[in-house]
């Protein structure tokens, strides 16, 4: 049996005591993952702060009313009232014959899990950035739990942006559609940016367009893991979708925006499934040949991580990947007229059957 040693005078640091003790149980602590009191004097020990096994338990007493003093915003006698009539009220609970671990009661730990998931799937956030956002996530867990979520967040087919200022471009391109900024009106404005684009030789790197774009910012759309700004072209005058990873230097123009009459006859639901959709069937390897121009769309469908591309000639290039063959993936290929071919034989086939029956119609 062990024996508590008694600490006589007083002892430096017992004043911080209670908050070591929670953050000790919030990192290293969960349902499967309890420590006794002893343990915790164990640890204060080695931080520099002495304890005794029972002042454990009056610090955990003291922790739970605090908390929930602080959340329901009562005071700490109304506190210690409302655990006394319903123990589940408790952030730090008692598992007998096994010890203290953190309760979470406003979420577990799948939801934890999701949202992680969530920040390693979005294309948009740079891989350091997406670590960087997990683990601030995960901090709502132990740590043992946040090993495990990272252990089996498994995302494939994920083309990561190169571009780490695409979270500061989302926040500017709110603040440049928003009608009231920093507490003032503020009148929705124009901005530019350069854009960045693929070439051939080098399908990995991102190089910058001559031309500089100005556009009138309407909406932010996320589709298939990617940030799209959709906004009124100064040049073109019409609407058109932006890449928000492919921005770089954007700023504000102080001019006001316009389009609005476009924007208002437009039908998000769609024109988001015009300019998106493109629906599963069978996976196969195709071959296709694109001319040019259309890089940026091949990889922006495509990625770059499991597809091959190639130089033709001068005017074409090819790309083999897997593709769903579907109706859809026909329709895509369709919109751009003599600008793809189908290289494949038995795809091509396909293509053509499909071709012919929508002309057998007219």
Known sequence: MKVEKSLKGRQPNQKIKPYIVLQYLLKY?????????????????DCGI????RSIYRDIEEINKALLMLEEGCSIDEAEEMIGDDETLKTVVYKPRKGFYVQQRHYDLNDIRLLAECVYAAKF???????????????????????????????????????????NNISLLRDAMSRQLDGEPHTPEKVTFSYLTHEIGDVEKLVERHRKYKVSPYHLIINDGNYYLLSFDDTSQEMRTYRVDRMKNLSFTNEPREGAEVFKTLDLDTYTQRVFGMFGGEKKKVQLTFTNGLLDTAIDRFG????????????????????????????????FGRRIKIETPEVAEQYKDYLDKIRSMY
Do not use: M
């Open 304 to 335: 770059t991580k499991n597809a091959f591309y190639a130089k033709k000639d001068d005017r074409h290039f090819i790309v083999i990947t897997d593709i769903e063959i579907s109706n859809q993936f026909f329709a895509w290929v369709s919109g």
């Open 125 to 167: 956030i740079p891989q350091g950035q997406a670590n960087r956002l997990s683990d601030i996530v995960c901090e709502f867990v132990s740590e043992q739990q946040a090993e495990k979520i990272k252990h089996d967040a498994v995302v494939v087919d994920r083309v990561k942006t190169l571009n780490k200022s695409v979270l």
């Open 29 to 45: 602590t969960d349902e499967d993952n309890p420590v006794t009191a002893y343990e915790i004097v164990e640890y204060l020990k």
């Open 50 to 53: 002495y304890a005794e096994r």
